[in-house]
């Protein structure tokens, strides 16, 4: 998928400039069928890198801004009757889109927010019994800001779990700010981005990620790191047996957007750091994203990781 891939990451990037490495991290996790927490400063182009992506893949995108007083059926969808057919007729609700922006989660009640729980764990909507199933390829990017708290919710734990990374755009360099000021003196550059593949053809791309051979000593590997964060003296809690199992279908995207169909431990080693630290809790009740990642750097050094033969 090596040109495919480049192909993607070229389109994005006239969106968001000067950010490749964070535009291959969500490239990796939109291709693992995983979703994405964007924690940043309001600004940096959290919504168009979302808007971006679905327009190079051919899907569909629909925001939610999330508030107190959303309601779950305003994300799922409801059931409406309808008297001509003297029947229930179901409404599919934003959810139905092939990446769903939701914009500052933590503004919504935490019922409002249990309601993507389905959505992102099951790939599926259940509204008066009856199952609906999502399109794929289908990806959550939630968004919040690091300021601005006041009448906010925290995620719980359970719902933090759920996704597969936790990202930060950051400020753009100078050079890639002037660029961006001057490309957007008459028009935006999202306006000029053509789908690249479609959504089928993508959805096959992800299948082949899926399919991406693992070792027994790289899973292994994977097992002994995410059970490694459980062990230390400062954690509370620990990376969740769901984070073993992310963090392996991460790593076999990155394998897979590289051109290998076999997974190495340098793929599990990378996506740790981007894995792991939002799903870990220090006994320090002041401790920072910042902390958790020192704590996954430690482990991975401390861990030794399979040879090859």
Known sequence: MTELAEAIEGAVGTVIDGKPDEIRTVLTVLLAEGHILLEDVPGVGKTQLARAFAAAIGGSVHRIQFTP???PSDITGVSIYDQRQGRFEFTPGPVFSNIVIADEINRA???TQSALLECMEEGQVTVDGVTHQLPRPFMVIATQNPIDMDG??????AQRDRFMVRLQIGYPDAAAELRMVQARKTHTPLTDLHTVVSSDAFQQEIDAAHAVRAHELVEQYAVRLVRATRERPDVRIGASPRATLQLLRAAKA???LEGRDWLSPDDVKLLARRVLPHRILLHDQ???IDDALQVVDRVLDTTPAPRAR
Not at 152 to 157: M, R, S
Request: glycine content about 0%; overall charge neutral.
């Open 69 to 71: 007083d959303l309601l």
């Open 109 to 111: 009640s935490p019922k």
């Open 152 to 157: 906010t919710y925290a995620l719980p734990e």
């Open 254 to 256: 990155r394998a897979h």
């Open 286 to 288: 002041a401790a920072t």
